[in-house]
């Protein structure tokens, strides 16, 4: 009788969510199933991920259903950052392709309280171009590859905040760069703010608990936030937590898992 082979689940990675989701799974049963976790390769020294990983693009949305089938992967869970918009619809097209089910897990969204200013903008572009009349010493978390549409804001002052130093210079006429990665804490984050006299943040409807701190420092220095909306993410089978992820899979995957 030839024995069943371990079911393969695949997470796309990239965030706290996707590492504690594999950290999860393998201490529910590394012995029983297969964890992958996929990595864009964006950050020269990404933590360690539970489980196995695999580091790259696939080659779009063809190249990862062809890695779906070679590497037998059973179910997917798109536990990329929200605004990672082009992987998770890669992998909506792959899947379908592939006959593999897909999860979203879709991090909580983070919502203003008492004595917050935020100011949604629609888009990064929007963001820049509605900046000069919010601020002039604005603190930019909106990751490396964003920060061209700023380069007009020519009256402005950017501390800009980076997982990794950058090999080109910053495309921002006065700025200076800092070096860090979540989670940040609060403290730490007001005295940032207030040493550079920061007057305006600016920075992605990310959500999650890593990168939280700095909203909580602007509400405490009363210092207004551009909050970028996040991009709507693809229909399907979606939840916010690790634990709705879990049963997603125990559903999924069945007695092997159980
Ligand atoms: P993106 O624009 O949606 O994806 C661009 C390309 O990068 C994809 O087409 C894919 O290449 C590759 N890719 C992205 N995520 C991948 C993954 N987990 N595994 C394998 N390939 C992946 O993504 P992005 O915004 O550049 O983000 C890249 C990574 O950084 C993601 O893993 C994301 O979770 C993480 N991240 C993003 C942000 C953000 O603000 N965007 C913030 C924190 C972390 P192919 O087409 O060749 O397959």
Redesign the pocket.
Known sequence: MSVPEAPHILI????GE?AALAGAVVARGSDRVKVTT??????AAPAAVPGES????????D??ARYLKEAGVSVVVD???P????????AVTACSAAGVPRLRLDRPAWTPGDGDRWHMMPSISDAAQALPDYGRRAFLT??R??LAPFAACRDVWFLVRMVDRPETPLPLANSVLEIGRGPFDVAAERDLMSRHEIDILVC?A?GGDMTRAKLDAARALQCPVLMIARPRSPDGPRVHSVAGAMDWIGNRIGALWT
């Open positions: 796309l990675g990239g965030t996707a996929s990595l864009a390769g964006r950050t695999r580091v790259g693009g696939f080659g779009g949305p190249g990862m536990a990329t950052h605004f990672a918009t082009q992987v998770s619809r890669h909106v990751g590859t964003e992605k990310s």
